[in-house]
């Protein structure tokens, strides 16, 4: 790990003017550091300041005017999970934070830093490899290489990182919105649009401009009736990112789907809203085919390595299993 400058600003306007002043290379806001410290350790990370944002007003969980919920950037992951108001209203988010990492990292992790959450990817976190997402231009060995737990969907020839967050998938099912306050003032951000595809840009992973501080996220007011699964398939019980995932949010009435919200996780290069899987769904019975269609859709445009071929009938499987247990619950 190299050293770095410490900085702990009294507001969120002087954290962006500090993080705006200083190269986007060398500057990084700090929260619970669970991936951040994990990588400048690896020295993948090698900033020169880090801006500590964790005495800042961003801890809090609101409910709006409008019915919907706002979340503060430094929320801990343990703290949102067990929020009355998620628990009751957006179940699918509780649970699908409840299926990462450890107790002890929920405990520390902050919803903005698990919305920035950078890839597990073995090639971008070994300094000794090339990687175009850490060094642009050097090439992407795991085409060719070990890309069992990598993505087959959003790839392109210069990446096929995966998204490890759990979170993240439930978050585009909730049709969530990003804020974020920046040298120009502040914005919202679909979370559709807030992650990018690696094209042939893979080191930008995120419409965030230098400077730009995530302060909050907003989720619309919930669906009344209805029905939020997040089921997450991996290697191990617990402690393991997804092989894949599926979030779901589903409305039904007189035997007929009447909404439906669905994303994909571990198999894409970005949280994986599936309209086509949503519009396969509307108007149809909620039932064992129907579902099985969704999923067909939904992975319609995987592309396959040469060792994750199998992630494309485990992701169908598995929303078709989320959709099912959403419809009889």
Excluded at 6 to 34: C, E, N, S, Y
Excluded at 93 to 107: C, D, E, V
Excluded at 196 to 205: A, D, F, S, V, W
């Amino acid at each position: 790990m190299r050293t770095f400058e410490f900085i702990r600003p009294d507001d969120a306007a002087a954290a962006v003017r500090i993080a705006a002043q200083t190269k986007t290379a060398d500057v990084r806001f700090l929260a619970g550091g669970t991936t951040l410290l994990d990588l400048m350790k690896l020295n993948v990370e090698t900033p020169a300041r880090l801006v500590d944002i964790n005495r800042l007003p961003l801890a809090q969980v609101e409910t709006m005017s409008d019915g919907g919920l706002r979340i503060g950037a430094t929320v801990r992951n343990s703290d949102l999970a067990y929020h009355p108001t998620v628990r009751r209203d957006y179940p699918v988010l509780s649970q699908a934070i409840l299926a990462g990492a450890s107790a002890q990292l929920r405990n520390m992790a902050t919803t903005a830093g698990n919305l920035l959450q950078r890839t597990r990817c073995m090639y971008f976190r070994d300094t000794a490899m090339p990687c175009n997402k850490r060094e642009p231009g050097t090439g992407c060995p795991a085409i060719a290489g070990g890309n069992r737990t990598l993505a087959v969907l959003g790839t392109s020839e210069h990446c096929i990182a995966t998204n490890p967050s759990d979170m993240n998938v439930a978050l585009a099912a909730l049709e969530a919105t990003v804020h974020v306050q920046g040298p120009n003032g502040a914005r919202a951000v679909p979370i559709g649009d807030f992650h990018l595809l690696p094209g042939r840009t893979p080191e930008r992973e995120t419409v965030l401009e230098p400077g730009d501080l995530v302060t909050h996220l907003t989720l619309p007011p919930p669906v009344a009736g209805s029905k939020q699964v997040y089921l997450k398939l991996r290697d191990r019980a617990s402690y393991e990112f997804a092989l894949a995932s599926a979030a779901v949010v589903l409305s039904a009435a007189g035997g007929t789907v009447t909404r439906a919200r669905v994303a994909l996780g571990g198999v894409g290069t970005k949280p994986w809203r599936s309209p086509e899987a949503e519009a396969v769904l509307v108007g149809r019975p909620p039932d064992a085919a129907s579902f099985r269609t969704a999923a067909e859709a939904a992975l319609r445009d995987a592309r396959p390595q040469s060792e994750n071929a199998f992630k494309i009938e485990l992701a169908k499987r598995c929303l078709t299993y989320a959709l099912q247990t959403a419809a009889v619950s």
